[in-house]
């Protein structure tokens, strides 16, 4: 690991091992969070902003966009991994809403650390995002690590 | 998820047929649709401040020209360029997305998985434009929601210069309720 910016780590693709833990972040989703989800994404499907309709759907309440989904399990990794990670890939399967309300958590696994044919230095890592009651987004991702070898 | 439709204003609108009448769409582009805005700082802001992601790269001009050559778009707000304005002058077009327009049984639907792949970096000032494909329609399958059928489309997105910046391929579920038990509650809303 290398200094990236200040108070930021940079982890090199050398640091990384197979089987290690992504440490676990949460964030509290206020009823003004999912507003600001809706408005942020331009997103005004009425699940995201009127809870009327979200009980109509059998929803408890409104609740978060697949937007914020990405943008939080990018951020499981890249606080992770440093600024400097590129995500290459990311895959997401939505199974269960998050709420005005919830806390969320996020959290990953390394699954495996590799080369591609072009040379990239490469991690898969396995995450999971939910609330109190459990995993509502299985995801994967495959990120780009800088290299100490290629320094 | 969550993005179930019914009638409703804002809900999308779904052109019905059957699964042979589907098929026959397998292939089928889209239209080049483009950004109603530019990849912007202040958008990229809010959305930050939305995920609360400190990442330099999106705040911080000096480390984001070093790493990347400009400040650049987180990769979740993909999807975000392509959102529509709610409202300007003459009026907008309505949301019609290539999967809804399949013909389908399905009434309503539900996402179930995306998969980006990133292969350039989305810059300050670049305007994309998407195209969408649909990929493969699955014979039909009965899920606890209801019977339907899974919808794959792939979504290519591109820059100014046409250098293509993302894959997108999403699958959805074009399904039609099940029936209510005759004491279920589910069925109130119908």
Redesign the interface.
Known sequence: MRPSYPGMLQREWEDVTEGEEVPRITSDVTLKRVIMDAAATWDYFPGHHNVEYANQQGQKTIYINTMFFQGFIDRVITDWAGPETWIVRRKMTMQRSIYAGDTMFGEGKVTRRWVDDDGRHLVDIDIAIGNDDGVACPANATVELPSAGAR | ????A?A????PHFTMGTYEDGLKMIGAKSEVRFS?SEINWP?IK????????????YW?GD?ARE?WGSIIA???????WM????WKPGGITPAASLADSIPLPGDTL?????????LRPMRIGDQLNVVDEIAAISPEKTTRLGTGHFVTTVATYRNQRGEVVARNTNQLFRFTKNQPSSDGA?GK?A
């Open positions: 998820m969550a993005t179930i019914t409703h204003q804002g809900a109603e958008m809010y959305y930050c401040a939305l995920v609360e992601d400190a990442n330099p790269s911080d480390f790493r987180p990769p979740g707000m993909l999807q975000v959102s529509r304005i709610q539900i996402n179930v998985s995306t998969e980006a792949e990133f589910a809303e």
